[in-house]
C-alpha cells in the first residue's frame, strides 16, 4: 500500500507521461515519438491544473464576500482531495487497484469493453462508495466488492458516452472515465435536455457559446464574454473598482487559456490514439461486425475543460453554490471545498444538453442544489466514512462527493432505509 501511495503521491503531471510512455511502448511505438507524446499530455494537465488554481484564485474574493455572511454552519466540508486520499487507506484498497487494472485488460481481451482506463487518479470514484460500504457493514469483501463492480460498470458507460463525448468536445480516441460524472452528471444533462425538447417555448432557445459569438461579433467572444461574467461578480460582491477589473481579466484568462491547454494535452493524446488503433488492429482483430476494433483511452474529466460554455457555467455557479448554503433547509455546512469540483461537474452536464447554455444553465443549478443537499444530509455517513480509514476528524465532516457520486447517495440512502 505504500508503495502504491507513493507512486500517487506523486501526482498527474509526473506520472501520465510515464504511464502514457509505457503505454506507448507497449503498443510498439518509437521511444522518441512516445516520450513526446508523454511529455507533451503532462505539460497540458499540468497547464490545465494551473488555470484552474488560476479561476479558484481569482474568484477568491467572492467567495470570502459570502463567507461572511453566514454563521452557525456546523459540519466541515474538508474537500474532495481529503475523502479521496483518506479512501486509499481501506484495507482492501491496495488489491482493489491491482484487480481493477486486471480486470480492465481481461474486458478489452473478451471483447466486452474498448476503453482502457489509464485515469488511476480517479479510482477513488470507485474506493470512495467501496470504502463507505465497507465502513457501514464492517465487511471487506462487500468493500473490494463494490469497488470491483464500479470499475466495471465505469468501463461499460464510458465506452457508450465515448461518440458523443468525441463529436461534442472533439478528443478523438479518448473518453471520459470518470465514474461520478458520467453516471450522473451526464444522464442529467440528457434528462434536462429530453424534458426542454418538450416544453413549448422553451424547446425553441437554443443558445450556445458559438451561436452567441457569430451573432455579436467580438461582444461574443469567449474572452469578452470572460471579462463581462468577472465584472459581475466583482460588483456582485462589492469589490473594489480594482478588484472588480482583476476579477474580470481573470476569468477572461481563464476562458481562452484552458482550451489552449487542453490542444496541449490532445497533441500528445492523438499520437497515443494512433498507436493504439494500430496496435488493435495488429492484435486484437475485429469486433462481432466484423469492424476493426478502436481502443478509446480513459481520461479524466478534465480533458473537457477546455469548452467555453461549461467553464462559463461554472463561474456562475459559483455564487449560486454559496446562496444554497444560506437557502437549503438545514444546511449544515459552507460548500469551501466544494467550490473547487463545480468546475468537474458541469461539462457533462453540458454534453448531455448537446451545448445548449440555457438548458446546461438551469440542469447545472438544479444538480448543484441536490449534491449540496446531499453532502449536507449525508454528513453522518461521510463522518464514519472517514472513520472507517483510520482518519481522525473532529466533530461532523463531509464532502460533495456524497451528493455528485451516485453510488455514495445509493448506499447512504440504503444505510438510511435499513
Not at 461578480?233 to 473594489?240: E, H, I, P, Y
Request: proline share 4%; net charge neutral.
Amino acid at each position: 500500500m505504500e508503495i502504491i501511495k507513493g507512486i500517487l503521491d506523486i501526482g498527474a503531471v509526473v506520472m501520465l507521461p510515464i504511464v502514457m510512455l509505457i503505454l506507448c511502448l507497449i503498443f510498439r511505438m518509437p521511444f522518441g515519438k512516445s516520450l513526446k507524446a508523454g511529455l507533451m499530455i503532462g505539460i497540458g494537465f499540468a497547464g490545465l491544473t494551473i488555470v484552474i488554481n488560476f479561476l479558484m484564485a481569482t474568484v477568491e474574493p467572492a467567495v470570502n464576500y459570502y463567507r461572511h455572511m453566514g454563521s452557525g454552519f456546523t459540519t466541515v466540508d474538508v474537500g474532495w482531495a481529503a475523502v479521496g486520499a483518506a479512501s486509499f487507506g481501506a484495507p482492501f484498497a491496495a488489491p482493489a487497484i491491482l484487480l481493477v487494472v486486471i480486470i480492465n485488460l481481461v474486458m478489452i481481451l473478451l471483447n466486452w469493453t474498448n476503453v482502457l482506463n489509464v485515469d488511476i487518479w480517479n479510482f477513488i470514484h470507485f474506493l470512495v462508495p467501496g470504502t463507505l460500504a465497507y465502513a457501514i457493514t464492517g465487511n471487506f469483501w462487500v468493500g473490494l466488492g463494490v469497488t470491483l463492480g464500479l470499475s466495471v460498470i465505469d468501463l461499460i458507460v464510458a465506452k457508450h458516452i465515448a461518440p458523443s463525448w468525441q463529436e461534442y468536445f472533439g478528443l478523438t480516441g479518448t473518453t471520459c472515465s470518470t465514474l461520478s460524472y458520467i453516471t450522473f452528471a451526464w444522464p442529467i444533462g440528457l434528462i434536462f435536455n429530453w424534458i426542454f425538447d418538450r416544453i413549448p417555448g422553451l424547446k425553441k432557445i437554443d443558445l450556445s457559446m458559438e451561436k452567441v459569438g457569430d451573432k455579436l461579433g467580438f461582444f461574443g467572444d469567449t474572452a469578452f464574454i470572460g471579462l463581462v461574467v468577472g465584472i459581475f461578480l466583482g460588483l456582485m460582491t462589492r469589490q473594489s473598482w480594482q478588484g472588480v477589473l482583476i476579477m474580470g481579466m481573470g476569468i477572461a484568462t481563464v476562458l481562452v487559456l484552458l482550451p489552449r491547454m487542453v490542444s496541449v494535452m490532445m497533441e500528445g493524446l492523438t499520437t497515443v490514439g494512433e498507436g493504439a488503433k494500430t496496435f488493435m488492429k495488429r492484435h486484437l482483430g475485429k469486433d462481432k461486425d466484423g469492424n476493426e476494433r478502436e481502443l478509446n483511452i480513459g481520461m479524466d474529466v478534465a480533458l473537457a475543460l477546455g469548452d467555453p460554455t461549461a467553464i462559463t457555467i461554472t463561474v456562475l455557479m459559483i455564487p449560486l453554490a454559496i446562496a444554497f448554503a444560506f437557502i437549503i433547509p438545514g444546511m449544515n455546512y459552507f460548500p469551501v471545498g466544494m467550490l473547487t469540483g463545480i468546475v468537474y461537474m458541469v461539462p457533462l452536464i453540458v454534453l448531455g444538453c448537446k451545448g445548449n447554455m440555457f438548458r446546461a444553465l438551469i440542469a447545472s443549478a438544479v444538480f448543484l442544489f441536490f449534491v449540496e443537499w446531499g453532502a449536507s444530509v449525508f454528513a453522518p455517513e461521510a463522518t464514519l466514512m472517514m472513520h472507517a480509514t483510520g482518519v481522525k476528524v473532529n466533530g461532523s465532516v463531509t464532502d460533495a462527493f456524497f451528493g455528485y457520486n451516485l453510488p455514495n447517495v445509493i448506499i447512504s440512502t440504503l444505510h438510511r432505509i435499513f
